[in-house]
């Protein structure tokens, strides 16, 4: 099913590069095909997200008051997640969706080099299957350059969204974000240092349009959904009826 799924990746690759001449470019427009197929699912991702901070006054709430029972807590936050049509995995889908590709791409990049030995980006990036770990050891630091600029933005560009996520946010969850958005980049600027070009190309370009797409398309999508769902947790208040279990105070054995 895998080699299936790559000899398709990389069929479709080798057909866009016939249209437009180019590997690198080939990528791009890969990439881009694949995020307007998903701007349906990055929509209700974005308003399951919006619903999600509506919705955790009332979580909390349902969490504080049956903490003392698990299994009653899980029934009615259960009950507030249906009637807010809400789906806490919704907000996963478009991520996992591109993982196959994603890694898909490290044996479309071995394939791309046997079909075409010289496959580059614009002469930009000599060869899109050879990695920036390669470039550099190759002692070439001009052709390297364009490598390593590309693996900067790679991890940058893990890091930015972060940023963005966390303007919504409040000030402790905030600094949390931020936290783990630097390490995530970080950790890319590590993994991409060994990974094809091609890789970066489709991320640098899939994270871009996410960008793009948070900074004009998801605010008017997000003020929507929160003030829908602000609307229907008005007309449809939780309402949490519950009495915490007293604890009963433990009995002193008289000496």
């Known amino acids: 099913m895998w080699e299936w ?5 990389t069929s479709v690759l080798s057909a866009i590069e016939g249209v437009v001449g180019d590997w690198g470019l080939a990528v791009i427009v890969l990439t881009i095909i694949i995020r307007l197929i998903l701007t349906p699912l990055m929509a209700h991702s974005t ?5 999600m901070q509506v919705m955790q ?3 909390r709430e349902i969490q504080d008051r049956y903490a003392d029972d698990p299994q009653r807590q899980a029934e009615e936050l259960r009950k507030v997640y249906a009637d807010m049509k809400f789906n806490p995995l919704g907000g996963c889908l478009p991520i996992i969706l591109q993982m196959p590709i994603f890694f898909g791409l490290f044996s479309v990049a071995r394939d791309i080099s046997q079909l075409d030995a010289n496959a580059s980006f614009f002469n930009i990036l000599p060869s899109i299957s050879t990695s920036c770990a390669n470039m550099v050891e190759s002692g070439d630091w001009i052709a390297a350059a364009p490598y390593i600029i590309l693996n900067l933005l790679f991890g940058v560009l893990t890091f930015i969204p972060m940023v963005m996520n966390s303007s ?15 390490v995530m980049a970080v950790m890319m600027l590590m993994f991409g240092w060994g990974v094809p070009a091609a ?11 996410q960008v793009v797409q948070q900074r004009i398309i998801t605010k008017g999508v997000m003020a929507k959904a929160k003030a829908e769902a602000e609307e229907e947790a008005a007309n449809n208040p939780v309402e949490v009826n519950v009495v915490r279990r007293e604890k009963k105070q433990r009995q002193h054995k008289k000496n």
Do not use: E
Request: hydrophobic fraction near 40%.
């Open 5 to 9: 799924f790559i000899d398709f990746l």
């Open 47 to 51: 308003k399951s997200t919006a619903r």
């Open 57 to 59: 006054p009332k979580l």
């Open 168 to 182: 919504m946010q409040d000030s402790s969850q905030k600094t949390q974000t931020m936290t783990m958005g630097a």
């Open 199 to 209: 890789v970066l190309l489709y991320y640098v370009t899939s994270s871009l349009w």
